[in-house]
C-alpha cells in the first residue's frame, strides 16, 4: 500500500485523512498522553512513543493494520516509522504533523470529543 524508499516514507496529513477513512488504515498518534487529551485527530489511535521505546507492542485497533504515524511537528513519528518498521509494521510519517493537520483545517478533537488544540 505504501511505497517503498530509503528512509521513512511520508505523506501530507491531507493524504493521511483520506487513506485513515478505509477501515484498513490506522492513524497512529505518538504523543504524550497530555498532548493527545488537549487534541488528537478523530479516529486516531493512541500510542506514545516513549511506551514504544521501552518494548510496549502496538494497541490492538493498529496491529496487523498499515499505519500512518503523527506526532506535533514530524520528529518523533518519523522516529516512531523507523522502530515501527524494524519491527515488522508498514508504517508512514505523515508530515508536520498535528501542526500541519490543524494548519489544513482537518478536524481536531479532545479527550472528551470537543474541539481540541494542539499542545
Known amino acids: 500500500m505504501f511505497p517503498y524508499r530509503r528512509g521513512p516514507a511520508r505523506v501530507t496529513p491531507a493524504d493521511a485523512h483520506q487513506r485513515t477513512r478505509d477501515k484498513g488504515v490506522v492513524l497512529l498518534d505518538v504523543r504524550e498522553r497530555a498532548e493527545w487529551t488537549a487534541g488528537h485527530a478523530p ?22 493494520r498499515p499505519l500512518m504515524v503523527i506526532c506535533r511537528s514530524g520528529h518523533r513519528s518519523r522516529q516512531a516509522v523507523r522502530l515501527l518498521t524494524q519491527r515488522g509494521s508498514e508504517a508512514v510519517d505523515v508530515t508536520g504533523g498535528m501542526n500541519a493537520w490543524a494548519a ?9 470529543g470537543n474541539r481540541g488544540s494542539i499542545a
Open 104 to 112: 489544513a483545517g482537518l478536524p481536531v478533537v479532545d479527550g472528551h
Open 43 to 64: 479516529g486516531a489511535v493512541h500510542a506514545p512513543l516513549s511506551a514504544l521505546l521501552t518494548g510496549a507492542g502496538l494497541p490492538r485497533d493498529a496491529e496487523g
